[in-house]
């Protein structure tokens, strides 16, 4: 038996054999992973990590599927999903929360807001978990997660150890951070500040309103597309500007409400995204000469 099969068989209970990643990207696309691990908890995490060492299968860490766009041949490898235990979400001081890395944003939100914590209410509109939120540091009406991060627990998948980062010590950045890509984050610490809850549900019910006032919903799509780097346009302008908000490519199309948004009208393909946002990259950067960088993510074969 080779080391691949021993790894597997030995997490046999936890890791499943060519899934369907389409049921969980919010594009509602891509191929199958090769094999799909979802740990029971951080223990067997570490002890699978070590397996791994020998075995050297491909790791792919996927969060809530919320900005990636996996390619339709799928990814090789193991994929590795954090599930429930990696879903806790406690008030550790007054104004201090730990919310485990799969942990969706908007239940953080809500739980800090139901704790009279404030300065976490832009987290309801961020689509994704929040272990996501801090590798892309999301952010949105003048918030973002540099602005209220305390610490991250991680495991370094090199020396299959749990440790804990500092938030002061991580250098963030506009949708990124240096944080080295051999770390799985399993809980984030974020501090807000003491209120009372009626004043921080007006204000996030104001984030939430304004939300659905500009963006799309109900539809599959990962959100903004494209990362806002121009010191004088958004990218959604600069699409608009260009003529490419009414650019089709199979059945994948841009959004009628925000065109930075794209989406997967029902039949697409992930090759079909990825020709729309080469389009659109081209004809903008020939326009404009502006060269337009992804926000969202594109993985798999």
């Known amino acids: 038996m080779s080391t691949n099969q021993e790894t597997i068989k030995r997490f046999?209970?936890?890791?499943?054999?060519?899934?369907k990643l389409s049921n969980y990207s919010w594009f509602n696309l891509g191929g199958p992973a090769e094999y799909f691990f979802k740990p029971e908890d951080k223990k067997q995490l570490i002890e699978f990590l070590k397996s791994n060492k020998k075995s050297r299968l491909k790791l792919t860490i996927l969060g809530a599927g919320s900005n990636t766009l996996i390619r339709d041949k799928g990814i090789k490898g193991v994929v590795i999903k954090l599930g429930k235990s990696f879903s806790e979400i406690k008030l550790v001081e007054k104004n201090i929360i730990e919310a485990g890395a799969a942990v969706l944003d908007r239940k953080v939100a809500n739980f800090a807001k139901d704790r009279g914590v404030s300065n976490l209410e832009f987290l309801s509109c961020i689509p994704g978990s929040i272990g996501g939120a801090v590798i892309m540091n999301s952010g949105c009406y003048g918030q973002d997660i540099s602005k209220v991060i305390d610490s991250i627990n991680v495991i370094d998948i090199s020396e299959c150890k749990?440790?804990?980062?500092k938030g002061e010590n991580i250098k963030f950045f506009y949708r990124g951070t240096n944080l080295s890509s051999n770390l799985i984050i399993t809980s984030v610490k974020l501090k807000g500040k003491l209120s009372q809850k009626e004043i921080i549900e007006k204000k996030q019910n104001k984030f939430i309103a304004q939300k659905k006032k500009t963006q799309p919903s109900q539809i599959?799509?990962?959100?903004?597309?494209?990362?806002?780097?121009?010191k004088h346009k958004k990218a959604w302008q600069l699409i608009k500007e260009t003529g490419c908000d009414n650019f089709k490519e199979g059945d994948a199309m841009i959004s009628k409400k925000h065109c930075n948004f794209f989406v997967n009208n029902g039949k697409a393909k992930s090759s079909d995204i990825e020709k729309l946002i080469k389009k659109v990259k081209k004809v903008v950067n020939e326009k404009k000469g502006i060269n337009l960088?992804?926000?969202?993510?594109?993985i798999g074969d």
């Open 12 to 19: 046999s209970n936890n890791i499943f054999n060519n899934v």
């Open 162 to 165: 749990e440790k804990i980062i």
């Open 220 to 230: 599959k799509t990962c959100g903004s597309t494209f990362k806002n780097l121009s």
């Open 293 to 298: 960088e992804l926000e969202i993510k594109i």
